[in-house]
Structures are given as structure tokens and as C-alpha cells.
């Protein structure tokens, strides 16, 4: 029994969930990894070029601002963590800053990356643009067209955008591709994995590398609210990055109540949907045991939501033990719940935010918070990349 919900267990488990179940051609670049991120993370010189980057370059601590009109709105203290305000618009930069160091300690010359709504290829592409190694997005056909200025982003930055044209060409089809380029490139190219899914020990290594989202916030929140402690921290749920680093520091003070928001989609019984944690069953995806969206046979089931970076048929290994456990509590918003979300911040506070962040905003109306009680929602991302989704549906939005 593990005591801390930090730290997977040695092979990589929280619970029953995560591992490492790879073709045995990866075996190498996994171990190589399993046995040297600790090291590499804890070592001065890592720790130091990390924190300057992450100050200097993504523009680190990010604000947390107290948001007063959406606070009176909903009857309780609403504070944004503003990763929207990163260098990329999003909190993917702080995995792909500390991957990319890790990868030059590694020797690696190369990198490869999957996307869905292009948020993390252009991170990677980012970092790989600052560091000087070549770069090879992975990327479904359909979040091609539906994220064009992410596409142009990463071409802008010198990397090669390749299309997944299998399944229903989206994330989960981009991840396999980039894991068959890892098969046949083992030895110089590392694979930037952009959230808390995959082998261990990536699930691991990515919640620490985001785990700075919930340091600063405890102590922003002592500055501005006299307690490290807030009553319930909310962040929306893809793979699981943001809320990983947003609750991580936190996992273990059981009085903060953690809340983890998915895609309903069309709705969970509409057939479109990516609420993983409700229609999800265990099983395997891209290299570890989680709760995963399924048919009777074990054939992956497609997952639909509005926002490309929620449409992944599985959720990391972290958030599946958090939910099993009853440590986090799950809660699934739709597309319409989150273009009224988009609107209400918008009009409120100033702030457009990413279609996946106003999933998180969107479960404001359902937590129950008091009116003293502290809310932290974790701001993932901006919305400029959605500009488009938000012309098509401006119907709902105006
Ligand atoms: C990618 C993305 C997400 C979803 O990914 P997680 O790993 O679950 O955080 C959420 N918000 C934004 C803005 C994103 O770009």
C-alpha cells in the first residue's frame, strides 16, 4: 500500500494502474529512461537551467489572480491559475522545457513528439527551435485542419509536421505513429511525451515537470489568502498534465478537494463522447494499464469532444487511481456547457480562455463551494487557438 499519491510505486503503478508495457524493440530507451529521470531531475545543474528557463523564457511564476466578477457569479472565492499567460499560451511548455534538458543529458539528437490540438507539438517545437535539435510532429489529419495556426506554428519553428491517417485521425492515432518512429529510431531520438500517459516513467516525470503549477500556487495563496490550502482545486482532463501539476502538491492534504473535469462531448450516452472516467473500463493504451474507452471486444472506442486536446480515449494512470480511490472526484461537462464557460469568462473577466480550460470553468455551477471557501481553477491554456471552433459556433458563444 502506497502512502503518498505522489510517487508511483518503483515499476510505475499508482494502485493497480500504469507499468510500462512496451514492444520489447523500446525496451532500452524506456530502462534508459526509468533509471536516469530521478537522477537527472534531482541533479543541481538540471535543477538550475530548469528554473532560469522557466523563469527567463516561460515567463514563470504565473499570476494568480482572483477573479472577482466570476467569484460573485457563482457565490464563492474564485481564484485563476494563469497558465494561460505561458510563453505558447498553454501549461504544455513546462513539460517540454524540462524534457528537452533532459534529452541533451541523455545525448539525445533528436526529438519526436505526438499532438492533438497542436498545443504541445508547438511547445516542442518551441523548445527543440531554442535548444537547436530537429523536431518531428506526429499530428492527426483532422486536428490538422481543425487547429491550422498550430500548424503553421510548428512549421514556423522549423519542425516537420507528419499526419496520422489511421482510426479517426486524432490523438490517440498521432501516439501510435510517434511510437512506431521511436521503434525504428531507439538509439538518438528522444520522445517528448506531452501528459501523464505512456510507459512509466513518464507519468511520473511529467506530473514532477508540471508539479510547479501547484508550488507556486500554495504559496500565492498564502500571500493572498493567509492559507497554503484551498477548499477544492479544478482543472479539466485530456491526458491529465495540467490537473496533474495542478493538484500535486496537494494530493496528499486531504482537506483540499481535488476535481478532475472531462469532455462529455455530445453527452455520455450521445455515442460522442470522451468522459474516459465514466465509460472507460481498464485496460491498456500506448504502454500502460488505465482506465480506457472500450467496446465489449477490448477495440478502442473513438472519443468526441469539440476541444482536440480532450478527445483521448484513455486518461493517465495518476487520475485513474485518484478517481478509483475517491481522491479526486470526476466530473464531465459538454461541448455547449463549455462554449457558455467560454462566454462567461470572456464577458466577466477579460480573459478568452482554451476550449478544454472552460471545461474546468464550466464546473464552477457544480461544486457547491461556500461563500469563504477558497476555488482554485487551474486557467491550462488561451484560447487564441480555438478562435476558429468559437467563429463556428458563435451562436452559442454571443
Ligand atoms: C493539451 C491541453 C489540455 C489537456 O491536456 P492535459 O494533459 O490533460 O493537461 C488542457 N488544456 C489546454 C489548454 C491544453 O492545451
Known amino acids: 500500500m502506497s502512502t503518498s499519491f505522489q510517487s508511483p510505486t518503483p515499476r510505475g503503478y499508482y494502485g493497480e494502474f500504469g507499468g ?13 529512461l526509468q533509471q536516469r529521470y530521478l537522477d537527472i531531475l534531482a541533479d543541481a545543474d538540471f535543477q538550475a537551467e530548469f528554473q532560469q528557463l522557466l523563469r527567463d523564457y516561460v515567463g514563470r511564476p504565473t499570476p494568480l489572480l482572483e477573479a472577482r466578477r466570476l467569484s460573485a457569479r457563482y457565490g464563492t472565492r474564485v481564484f485563476l491559475k494563469r497558465e494561460d499567460l505561458c510563453h505558447t499560451g498553454a501549461h504544455k511548455i513546462n513539460n ?28 516542442t517545437a518551441t523548445v527543440c527551435a531554442l535548444m537547436g535539435l530537429p523536431c518531428v510532429v506526429y499530428m492527426g489529419a483532422v486536428d490538422m485542419e481543425r487547429q491550422r495556426p498550430n500548424v503553421a506554428r510548428m512549421r514556423l519553428l522549423g519542425a516537420e509536421v507528419r499526419s496520422a491517417r489511421s482510426g479517426s485521425q486524432t490523438l490517440k492515432d498521432a501516439t501510435n505513429e510517434a511510437i512506431r518512429d ?21 507519468p511520473d516525470l511529467v506530473a514532477r515537470l508540471q508539479s510547479v503549477i501547484s508550488e507556486e500556487m500554495r504559496r500565492q495563496l498564502l500571500a493572498q489568502t493567509g492559507s497554503e490550502l484551498p477548499a477544492y482545486v479544478v482543472a479539466c482532463v485530456g491526458g491529465g498534465s495540467n490537473a496533474a501539476g495542478a493538484f500535486y502538491h496537494f494530493l496528499d492534504e486531504p482537506s483540499v478537494q481535488l476535481v478532475a473535469v472531462e469532455a462529455a462531448g455530445r453527452g455520455l450516452d450521445s455515442g460522442h463522447s470522451a468522459a474516459t472516467s465514466v465509460l472507460g473500463r481498464p485496460g491498456i493504451i500506448h504502454g500502460s494499464r488505465t482506465l480506457l474507452m472500450q467496446d465489449e471486444h477490448g477495440q478502442i472506442t473513438e472519443p468526441y469532444s469539440l476541444s482536440a486536446g480532450l478527445d483521448y480515449p484513455g486518461i493517465g494512470p495518476l487520475h485513474a487511481h485518484l478517481g478509483a480511490s475517491g481522491r479526486a472526484r470526476f466530473v464531465s461537462i459538454t461541448d455547449d456547457e463549455a462554449l457558455t464557460a467560454v462566454s462567461e469568462l470572456s464577458r466577466l473577466e477579460g480573459i478568452i480562455p482554451a476550449l478544454e480550460t472552460a471545461h474546468a470553468l464550466a464546473a464552477l455551477g457544480q461544486l457547491g463551494a461556500g461563500p469563504e471557501e477558497v476555488v482554485v481553477v487551474n486557467l491550462s491554456g488561451r484560447g487564441d487557438k480555438d478562435l476558429e471552433t468559437y467563429l463556428n459556433n458563435l451562436d452559442k458563444l454571443l
Request: zero cysteines.
Open 20 to 32: 510500462a508495457f512496451v514492444p520489447e524493440m523500446l525496451y532500452p530507451n524506456v530502462e534508459e
Open 96 to 123: 517540454t522545457v524540462g524534457q528537452i534538458l533532459l534529452a541533451k543529458r541523455l545525448g539525445k539528437k533528436r526529438i519526436i513528439a505526438e499532438t492533438g490540438a497542436g498545443q504541445h507539438g508547438v511547445a
Open 182 to 202: 521511436w521503434i525504428a529510431n531507439p538509439v538518438d531520438t528522444h520522445y517528448i511525451i506531452g501528459s501523464v500517459v505512456g510507459p512509466h516513467p513518464y
